[in-house]
């Protein structure tokens, strides 16, 4: 019982403002990079910690379907990649070019600097017509929304416009989770969730056989 006691305070912590920069940063990082790699570790990271910032307006149980529904989302993204490849090859246009120097990359870096200016204002008390549980969780969830469609904008393949897809959604179930805490309606946002990873698992393989078929005919 005194080691439940412990562990309380300690996620009442990470729930809060380190979970709120948590999915800023990795929705951030989502939209900038084009490394396999970064992304699935991101979209991880992101969703271990909405997970986290479920428990400020869900009971915990009704949380952890939120969190198990994310692990699920993510192993299915997880073994599309593995299975289209970990290179995206000729998606990378400036593949020669850092990442982070490149014009691309510095454009982004731009855009989501104003999505996350535009999610800081409607976050501001009043702003939304509607009640909100946490500021945390509301400022949080406005700036997966904003970045979430920026992701979208930008996107130039199925991966990350589906990645663009998933992190608005998350930004939306946990703002409306604040709003209607109903099981079923967490029930029905987690199935959305699991049925546009599976998209994004059959849209990123034919994509990738696509682009394969092109090259064998060059």
Not at 69 to 93: H, K, M
């Amino acid at each position: 019982m005194s080691d439940i006691l412990e562990v309380i305070p300690v996620l009442s912590y990470w729930s809060g403002s380190p979970a709120v920069a948590s999915v800023i940063v990795t929705a951030a990082l989502l939209v900038i990079s084009e490394d396999r790699r970064v992304l699935v570790t991101a979209l991880a990271i992101q969703y271990l910690f909405v997970g986290l910032l479920y428990t400020n307006i869900l009971a915990p149980q009704v949380a952890g379907i939120k969190t198990t529904a994310g692990i699920v989302v993510w192993l299915i993204v997880f073994f599309s990649v593995q299975q289209s490849g970990w290179r995206p090859g000729s998606e990378v246009s400036e593949s020669s070019i850092p990442w982070v120097l490149g014009a691309r990359a510095r454009f982004r870096v731009f855009a989501v600097i104003l999505a996350a200016l535009i999610g800081w204002k409607l976050a501001l008390p009043g702003t939304l017509p509607f009640p909100v549980a946490s500021e945390y969780v509301t400022f949080a969830a406005l700036q997966l929304t904003c970045l979430g469609l920026l992701l979208q904008g930008l996107a130039g393949h199925p991966l990350k416009s589906g990645l663009g897809i998933l992190t608005f959604l998350t930004g939306f179930g946990l703002l409306y989770s604040g709003v209607e805490p109903a099981l079923m309606v967490v029930g029905v946002l987690a199935a959305v969730e699991v049925a546009v990873a599976l998209s994004i698992s059959y849209l990123t393989i034919v994509h990738m056989l696509s682009s394969r078929v092109s090259e064998e005919v060059r």
